[in-house]
């Protein structure tokens, strides 16, 4: 599906950076600074020079920010539970992933997103975004995994979990290979690996257990 595939050019690279820069300040409550209002108009600037399949990756990248700044919680419009999300979507994704198709897992983590528990998807977009070259975007959901570790979504409701998930558990999530399966036990993260080729996304996706 290459029409996911943007051209990664000069000019997409300067308008990722400055779309993550806007992350950055927005997160940090900048959001009346000149700073930001600066980058938003040099984005404006780059837009019509960006053909319709960069402008699609890049307002996906946005979506992506967008939820990191919400600290994992669904969008206000879109699928918000895991029963919304089609099994269609979730083959399509498994087929992404085992092809190592970049540009379609992110398009298709976005889709099934409510089927992961948030540091799950971080960690799924952190791997995606470091190999597709954006190091800072990776950076900013593999933060997001230690973040999330503490807590566990189920459909719409957090739930604060006690301080025995650790930082070490923290650190076996982002550490673990990428087509390893991490499950939470009572003494901490187990990583527990599938032969390869074998579909980690099977039935109910196991993938989601991870914290």
Known sequence: MKVLDPTIDAVLREYADLELRRHQLLSAGKGDSAELAEAEEQMDTLWPKLDEVQRRSLKGMASDLNWARRQGK?????RKTAGEVSEQDQQELSAAIRSRDWHRILHYLRLCGPAFQA????????????????????RVFKESVVVFTHRLTIEQRVIILPNRFSAADARALVSAAKDSVLVWEPKGVRVATRAAGEDRLNGAIEYKACA
Request: a positive charge.
């Open 74 to 78: 669904p969008p206000p419009k879109g």
């Open 119 to 138: 540091a799950s998807l971080a960690r799924e977009r952190g791997i995606a975004y470091e190999a597709i070259g954006l190091p800072g975007y990776a």
